[in-house]
């Protein structure tokens, strides 16, 4: 059956430094920066963004027990990736919570 995808997200951050160690360093995302208040992330260094942060100082900080961005999933080519991923999150000791079948 057809399926919906997002293919690419927007965000904002107060600053670019704060999310690269996360989504370089332990996903394995490929960086690039078009310019200094972008960040934009890629699954290997020929594919398209998938994720685009801009950086905005000034951006709202959440006050008390807001989410911010609840999750975002990201879908793995099969079972051998998804356990280099999660191999990497334990390699960095990133907590590691809730995690579910999407049923994808």
Known sequence: PPTFALR???LVTRRLDGVLP???DTLGLVARRPDARTLTL???AAAPAIITFTEDPAAIVPAGRVAG???L???VPDRAALAAVLARLI???QPLEGLSDHGV
């Open 8 to 10: 690419q997200i927007s």
């Open 22 to 24: 996360f989504y370089h």
């Open 42 to 44: 890629h699954c290997s």
């Open 69 to 71: 961005l609840f999750h």
């Open 73 to 75: 999933a990201l879908l």
């Open 91 to 93: 390699e960095h000791r």
